[in-house]
């Protein structure tokens, strides 16, 4: 390989890390659960609807590729899910859709019957959010409540 050659293709890597390196850390989207409906129940298994709101703190679009998530009631796990949806949250925008989650809550009713909540009983949401255009995945975290 000649030295020009050598030059151009060090000068081709170094310009990739510079682009690499000025892309801006995007902030993590805030997830919210926005509805929780029952879609059918059985003794041992419930399967739920999940609509989720996620708003863009960024300064760009966030076109999402899919995201898993878990989520927790009163700190005992309540149901993962998961979507492979495709769609785009504006800059500083929101968006909302839907996810179906199957759960058994036997284990975690017998808790709360137990410790009966008088007020708001918090919520723990977390997962990954994957991205389109070579953006990889953003992991988010919320902790919220609700009235039971």
């Given at each position: 390989m ?12 170094l ?9 801006p ?34 300064d ?78 953003i ?10």
């Open positions: 000649t030295p020009l050659r050598k030059a151009a293709r060090l000068a081709a890597a310009a990739l890390l510079g682009a690499c390196a000025s892309e850390k995007l902030e993590p989207p805030q997830v919210a659960i926005a509805g929780l409906q029952v879609t059918s129940a059985e003794v041992w298994m419930q399967h739920f609807k999940v609509r989720l709101h996620l708003h863009n703190p960024n760009r679009e966030l076109p999402v590729k899919g995201l898993e998530y878990t989520i927790e009631v009163a700190g005992q796990p309540f149901a993962s899910g998961s979507s492979a949806d495709s769609f785009v949250v504006p800059a500083h925008g929101d968006a909302e859709f839907d996810t179906n989650v199957t759960t058994n809550l036997a284990a975690a009713v017998m808790k709360l019957l137990t410790h009966v909540p008088t007020s708001l009983l918090p919520y723990r949401l977390v997962g990954k959010i994957s991205l389109g255009e070579g953006l990889g995945r992991p988010f975290e919320e902790h919220a409540s609700f009235k039971p």
